[in-house]
């Protein structure tokens, strides 16, 4: 009897404990965004968005997140692969360095991205000040996630399906089509996903590398920046929410490949 | 049985977490023991400064049983902070706007500015920096509108500070606000040869540090900081130039006022004033050593020569309409087209 209660309670006090915290820490604070961003109705909303500075920033920030994105998709996914299957001299290291990206705060992985692609480049590639490099900086932030999506799942892959595709006559083409990339393709696609919004969102890397000349390099973030240096809040809250709304369809609709991936088989 | 292991990890997490802190604490600042503590919040730029002016104002009798802590900050982020509840005591900012938004959130008497210095602790004017031995030979506004020089300047949206740039090329050629015309035409010229648009002065510092650009639009007590730290930079004033005015103020919310008000008046006294003027600052008091050596440009004026900020603000930095924006506009036709 005791056990049967255990069991009927658990799951209710898991859902409490995680929607209160979902609530506080995410849900409310998103909600006050959108609130904030549409609080002045319709019209003013649209005129934010609309304004050609917002419209300028915010066409270059999902262009770039886009690209940023499928390079991870297909580099992500190539760096976990070598991790996994490819042993080479130094393997341990790299796997180490791939999270340090996240431990740098942005701000400075954009000082040291200016100072080796900048105007005095030491390697001769000057991207500062260009859409480039707001490409650069975002795909030096972004590179952990496809790796750390797809790695442990690559690590987890059952050996012998591929061994069974191979008795059977399949190339190597043919298991990795059939059989590896199923597999892999949800985590491809979380990752991918995670490295799109963050771009979307990316203020600190882009800041100092982007030179933030409007219509040209400034990314949505610098932009909602302005309009809060400005006290502009509802501009802000509504070019913020754009943002959130573009993530919010791309999450939806890679979810919706992925389903449909996965009822083709 | 699930609470107690839950219990167990939160404990651990917690050990792990004391641990963790304990391992990156830093050296903090004891316990005050009945001493009085100020909380000082004010923009970066002067932080040496201030440090310096606390450590010698602890040595003061007034000063001996008073703490500070400190907060450094974007100008326009600190006020923000404080009017959504960051406690302070005293309030330094780069200009003005940003103590007006306290005194509309009730947070620092309106009569802020009626001393002798009008609320102000420190003066400024805006300068050209250029390479060291001015290798274009700039010395004038003029000279930043000739085909191929790259001005630097931090976007006036993003950086409050960069507005007295902008004010001081406009008000430069508006003959101190007159002729409205011909400065609006000024930064439309000016800015299409400004390359980098920075979130912040000290950004752009970088920028031009970092090899960019032919001048930095910045301060006269910039432009001396990074002289003192070995910079390879010469720097110009102009003949016309703005008076940059940094506003200091006593908070109502403050739980010490009188402790406060005896710290601000440290701040407008000799030592105080001596010690900005060796960060580079221009004094608000007269009789100041060292005073002596910053050059008076002929054409000096103030915001209070262009109309005040809430005009300049709503005639040159509404997002929406005001000159600034129709700049930005300009630079981005020219971009895309």
Known sequence: MPTFEKTREAPAAGVGTATIFLSAVVLIPLGTVLWKG??????????????PDACAALRLTVAASVVVALVNLVMGTLIAWVLVR???PGRGLIDLLIDLPFALPTIVAGLVLLALYGTDSPVGIT??????????????VTLPFVVRTVQPVLLELDGEMEQAAASLGAGSWTIFRRIILPNLL?????????????????????????????????????????QIESDNTAAA???????????????VTIDLVHRWGARRG | MGLVVLGRTMKAGAALATVVAGAVACGGSGDSGGRVRLSLVAYSTPQAAYEAIIKAYQKTPDGEKVTFTRSFGASGEQSRAVASGLKADIVGFSLEPDMTRLVDAGLVDAAWNSGPQRGMITNSVVVLVTRKGNPESIKTWDDLLK??????????????????NILAGYGAKATRGADKAAGTAYLHALFKNVPVQDSSARKSLQTFAGGKGDVLLSYENEAIFAGQNDQPIDYTVPDSTILIENPVAVTRRSEHPAEARAFLKFLRG????????????????DGVPGAAAFPKPAGLFTIADLGGWPKVKKELFDPKGGVMADVEKGVGVSVEG
């Open chain 1, 38 to 51: 549409t609080a002045q109705g319709p019209a003013a909303f649209w005129d934010a968005i609309t304004a």
């Open chain 1, 86 to 88: 490819d042993p080479f």
């Open chain 1, 127 to 140: 991207l500062a000040y260009t859409r480039a490099g707001v490409v650069v900086a975002l795909l030096f």
């Open chain 1, 186 to 226: 949800p985590a491809m696609l979380a990752g991918t996903a995670l490295a799109f919004t963050r771009s979307m969102a990316e203020f600190g890397s882009t800041v100092l590398i982007s030179g933030n000349v409007p219509f040209k390099t400034q990314v949505a973030a610098v932009h909602v920046f302005g």
């Open chain 1, 237 to 251: 809250a509504a070019v913020s929410t754009t943002l959130l709304m573009v993530s919010l369809l791309v999450l």
């Open chain 2, 147 to 164: 085909p191929g020089v790259q001005v630097i300047t931090p976007n006036p949206f993003t950086s409050g500070g960069a507005q007295w």
């Open chain 2, 270 to 285: 000799r030592k105080a004033q001596e010690i900005f003027v060796k960060n580079g600052y221009r004094p608000v008091v």
